[in-house]
């Protein structure tokens, strides 16, 4: 029997087309918070997912599996039967591919006009590149986040997928969806919320982009204050080859920082003497040498210096702040990241472990109203699996 869900989103349903990476990170988001999502997984084989169980397919937790061939016509019919009773469908193709189904923003807010239709590509639904393969890091390529990441005399710094999938696509279909669903509550209307993920990267760099024109900004890798060209804002090597980070990028936290350090600020260049940062650097990393990242970290422990130890992903659960935050839980034998933001009234939380894919097809499409007749249909049209 399904639960009763926990977060503000509890009532608002939604129909998630599966795929990889930044949709179904977003459906995480929302289900997380409450939203009713039905994941319409593709028949085996097809996902093009990573080789791991599913129940570590973190991804896709909190909401249910129904597997369908969306190949066949059965199955279009019964998605479009769920998008009348829909308030979002969520698809993560690239441009054409929903329209192949049958199932695309024409059809789908002809069926439900007050229907969100979330796209999430990469390159957008037009454009010279738009039915262009691509991934996260060709995503940020193309506008100069990627070029901005590194260290001086390095090659760019690829900074996992957090910045194209999942902060220039997932969190802003997010918001695109969540911004139309409050537009629709006054207009009856639903529209389609375009979310590409070279778009949000763009986004992203808003900051960066002033502090260029403003001349405040080098457009040269690790030469600037937060790309690693600022000593007082960079990661050291300790003595026990670990490494701690340092943000003392104010005044006051800059000599607080140079006190847990021993160092005297007469005895270094000026803190915004860019000419001085590399005997600056040269410093700073003879210092962090002499102690271990654990030796420094109860050091800075109590002050304002901005020095924290960079922890590995075996140790970041168990750091004291996050334990006590609760910012993990253990879910199904899986520890993960638990979910984000925080509510005073209405708390989000993970509804369910992961689901195996079809998993919950009988329950999930009787809650929408299929009948057991009618699933035996679905079933002998190879149309539900």
């Given at each position: 029997m399904k639960t009763q869900a926990k977060g503000p989103l509890a009532g608002i349903r939604i129909v998630e087309v599966g795929s990889i990476g930044p949709a179904p990170f977003c459906c995480m988001l929302l289900a997380d918070l409450g939203a009713e999502v039905v994941r319409i997984d593709r028949p085996a084989g097809h996902d093009g997912g990573a080789p791991i169980d599913a129940r570590f397919e973190l991804l896709n937790r909190s909401r249910r599996?129904?597997?369908?061939?969306?190949?066949?016509?059965?199955?279009?019919?019964?998605?479009?039967?769920?998008?009348?009773?829909?308030?979002?469908?969520?698809?993560?193709?690239?441009?054409?591919?929903?329209?192949?189904?049958?199932?695309?923003?024409?059809?789908?807010?002809?069926?439900?006009?007050?229907?969100?239709?979330?796209?999430?590509?990469?390159?957008?639904?037009?454009?010279?590149?738009?039915?262009?393969?691509?991934?996260?890091?060709?995503?940020?390529?193309?506008?100069?986040?990627?070029?901005?990441?590194?260290?001086?005399?390095?090659?760019?710094?690829?900074?996992?997928?957090?910045?194209?999938?999942?902060?220039?696509?997932?969190?802003?279909?997010?918001?695109?969806?969540?911004?139309?669903?409050?537009?629709?509550?006054?207009?009856?209307?639903?529209?389609?919320?375009?979310?590409?993920?070279?778009?949000?990267?763009?986004?992203?760099?808003?900051?960066?982009?002033?502090?260029?024109?403003?001349?405040?900004?080098?457009?040269?890798?690790?030469?600037?204050?937060?790309?690693?060209?600022?000593?007082?804002?960079?990661?050291?090597?300790?003595?026990?080859?670990?490494?701690?980070?340092?943000?003392?990028?104010?005044?006051?936290?800059?000599?607080?920082?140079?006190?847990?350090?021993?160092?005297?600020?007469?005895?270094?260049p000026a803190q915004h003497d860019q000419a001085g940062w590399p005997l600056m650097k040269r410093r700073f990393a003879e210092v962090f040498k002499t102690r271990s990242r654990d030796e420094w970290a109860v050091r800075a422990e109590g002050t304002q210096a901005c020095i924290v130890p960079v922890l590995s992903l075996s140790e970041a659960p168990g750091h004291a702040h996050v334990r006590q935050r609760g910012s993990f839980v253990e879910v199904g034998g899986v520890v993960q990241p638990a979910p984000a933001p925080r509510f005073s009234r209405t708390p989000g939380a993970i509804q369910n472990p992961p689901p195996r894919p079809g998993q919950d097809t009988e329950a999930a499409l009787a809650d929408w109203g299929f009948s057991p007749q009618e699933q035996q249909r679905l079933r002998a049209a190879g149309a539900v699996l």
């Open positions: 599996s129904v597997q369908m061939n969306l190949k066949q016509p059965e199955a279009t019919a019964a998605v479009l039967r769920m998008v009348e009773q829909a308030d979002v469908l969520v698809e993560g193709f690239r441009p054409g591919v929903m329209e192949r189904l049958g199932l695309g923003p024409d059809t789908c807010l002809a069926a439900n006009p007050r229907l969100v239709y979330g796209r999430m590509t990469g390159w957008g639904q037009d454009g010279p590149l738009a039915r262009a393969p691509g991934h996260d890091v060709n995503y940020i390529s193309l506008t100069g986040a990627l070029h901005a990441m590194g260290r001086a005399g390095e090659a760019p710094a690829i900074p996992l997928n957090l910045v194209g999938d999942f902060g220039g696509g997932s969190l802003y279909l997010a918001l695109g969806i969540l911004s139309a669903l409050l537009e629709a509550r006054g207009s009856g209307r639903g529209q389609v919320v375009d979310a590409a993920m070279v778009d949000g990267a763009a986004s992203l760099m808003t900051l960066i982009y002033g502090f260029h024109a403003a001349g405040y900004w080098k457009d040269e890798r690790g030469s600037n204050r937060l790309d690693s060209g600022a000593p007082w804002y960079n990661v050291y090597e300790t003595l026990d080859g670990k490494h701690v980070s340092i943000a003392a990028n104010e005044g006051r936290f800059y000599r607080e920082a140079l006190g847990v350090l021993g160092l005297e600020e007469r005895d270094l």
